[in-house]
């Protein structure tokens, strides 16, 4: 199995994400695919070129061609720099799929080492957005959400409320939360959850055994303030390049509602690296 990074938007716009996931396929001693997925052209009826001009028919389908072409050499010489960049060690490999982009998408995150997408995804005009909302909210698949720029990894942050998203995102991400030297456990007494609303403790240290059974190093830090700042602050002065979170919210009638916590963090550009799960 592969790690993914799902390729997307302005090629000048990728390289931090490339970044994060070739770091990713280190720590997890594998290979990265670099995924483009499309629609397909045929299934284009109308293609907007500007707010004075519609074409339809053959004409949009072409147009249509022609950018996502385009795009393609864009996206595949981004991510061969990229690639280069990080050391002759990386194995790595440009793939491009025509269809539906959330199930492109799905089809190969299914059986991923992981998934990375770009910070930009979860704006909803993003060419990824769809990928991003269905791995997330439908599928039920761990991804992970590149910073806006890579910065210090020496360890990897868990925020910790002892819900059951927190606690699946940590089974979700194992593999690499084991990968590093040391993990922080990062918790908020006014955000833990009671025990039966969780449906299991919540208490950090129980974390942290269980951690220690991975054969993780751990750290138990209390948080104050609002969650999320405090978990950026605490990130930077721990040098986590990852943190490690549940995703709260549903999908309704095909609009995505986050939490607060969440919403917050999604949209922050001063974020590291989010491994996600639902």
């Known amino acids: 199995m592969s790690v993914y990074a799902l390729l997307g938007g302005h090629p000048d716009h990728v390289a931090a994400e490339i970044a994060c996931a070739a770091a990713v396929t280190k720590r997890l001693k594998s290979t990265l695919i670099g995924l483009a997925p499309m629609p397909d052209p045929a299934n284009a009826a109308v293609y907007v070129t500007g707010p004075d001009m519609v074409m339809t028919g053959s004409a949009g389908i072409d147009a249509l061609q022609k950018a996502q072409q385009a795009s393609l050499v864009g996206l595949n010489r981004a991510f061969d ?15 491009h799929e025509i269809g539906d982009i959330a199930f492109r998408s799905a089809g190969a995150a299914t059986l991923a080492r992981a998934t990375v997408l770009p910070h930009q995804s979860v704006d909803g005009a993003h060419a990824l957005n769809a990928a991003f909302e269905h791995l997330l909210m439908e599928a039920r698949l761990p991804l992970i959400l590149a910073p806006f720029a890579m910065r210090s990894d020496e360890t990897c942050m868990i925020a910790w ?118």
């Open 161 to 278: 409320d002892g819900s059951p998203q927190a606690a699946r995102a940590v089974r979700m991400h194992l593999d690499l939360i084991g990968s590093y030297k040391k993990v922080i456990i990062a918790h908020h007494p006014e955000k833990l959850r009671t025990a039966a609303v969780a449906g299991g403790s919540t208490d950090p240290a129980a974390l942290a055994d269980f951690l220690h059974e991975q054969r993780n190093q751990t750290d138990i830090v209390t948080l104050k303030g609002k969650l999320s700042d405090a978990l950026i602050a605490s990130a930077a002065e721990h040098q986590s390049g990852l943190i490690v979170m549940g995703a709260y919210g549903h999908s309704r009638l095909g609009e995505i509602l986050f939490g607060g916590t969440s919403k917050s963090m999604l949209r922050r550009e001063d974020s590291p690296a989010l491994a996600l799960s639902h």
């Open 81 to 95: 720099q990229a690639c280069d960049a990080a050391g002759n060690w990386l194995k790595h490999t440009f793939q």
